[in-house]
């Protein structure tokens, strides 16, 4: 019986070693035997012959006929098939259950955010980079806090031709704001103001963070720290809603 080598790999793949695959498929060809005669014909040894043919029919390939002689007969493929698929899906049932019951309240404990979650970035120059790329992903929210809004009237430029081409929704909040650059920012920006802003922040989507600090006067000394994770954005826009609920509509 010729038989494809794509056929005997799958069956190896269905938990078969070399023996059981020569021994099924010496029954299939060969139809009711005994185990010599399955021996003989698959040229597994006799001396292994009867372990090989236990352990088929433990993983339900054969049938065994008990008598005089002992008589071995392979299930069909149809059936072997459906069994094994069966087998499978409660095992996978089964051991997805215990698998998420014990481990999925262990993870959600134990959550945080590791060193890739969060990068340093390097001088104002980067930062403003950095915003802008953030900017461009936006789809849903744009949070934006400033101490003062000092940022020079190129740079708001800047910044708004990136929100002006996604359908964002843009809060800004700052202490100040000179007259000079409210012409310059959209009317459907909604930006209020407050005495005290501690610290300037951008959170988009709820997603992304990054959160702007001065390190000194020049350019290079400004440091920002940026997060790709869901509980950096969580609190800074809880800070966010915090303060913007105490502020006044510019």
């Known amino acids: 019986m ?18 059981e695959t020569q021994a099924y498929l010496a029954l299939i060809g060969g139809g009711q035997m005994g185990a010599s005669d399955v021996s ?13 043919l236990g352990r088929l029919e433990e993983k339900q390939f054969i049938q065994v006929r008990k008598g005089r002689p002992t008589t071995y007969v392979a299930k ?12 499978w899906e409660e095992r ?9 019951s014990e481990l999925q309240p262990l993870y959600e404990r134990e959550e945080h ?15 403003l980079a950095k915003a802008m790329e953030m900017l461009d992903s936006a789809k849903e929210e744009v949070l934006l806090s400033l101490p003062s809004f000092d940022f020079s009237a190129e740079d708001v430029d800047a ?3 990136r929100v002006l ?12 704001i000179a007259d000079t650059l409210k012409e310059l920012i959209p009317r459907q920006f909604e930006v ?3 005495d005290r802003v501690f610290g300037a922040g951008l959170v988009v989507d709820q997603r992304d963070t990054l959160i702007m600090l001065a390190g000194g006067e020049q350019s290079d000394e400004f440091l920002g720290i940026y997060s790709s994770h869901a509980i950096f954005a969580a609190m800074s826009s809880s800070y966010f809603e915090s303060l913007w609920k105490d502020s006044t509509p510019l």
């Not at 003989?40 to 090989?52: E, L, M």
């Not at 081409?165 to 100040?176: C, D, E, F, N, W």
């Open 2 to 19: 010729s038989v494809s080598e794509a056929t005997i790999k799958a069956l190896k793949q269905l938990g078969l070693t070399e023996y």
């Open 40 to 52: 003989t014909k698959s040229k597994v040894p006799f001396s292994r012959i009867y372990d090989v």
């Open 76 to 87: 069909a493929p149809t059936e072997v098939m459906r069994l094994i698929r069966l087998d």
């Open 92 to 100: 996978l049932k089964e051991s997805s259950s215990l698998v998420i």
């Open 113 to 127: 955010a590791t060193t890739r979650d969060v990068w340093v970035v390097h001088g104002r120059a980067s930062i």
């Open 159 to 161: 910044i708004v031709e």
């Open 165 to 176: 081409g996604v359908k964002a929704k843009v809060r800004i909040l700052t202490s100040s």
């Open 192 to 194: 209020r103001t407050r």
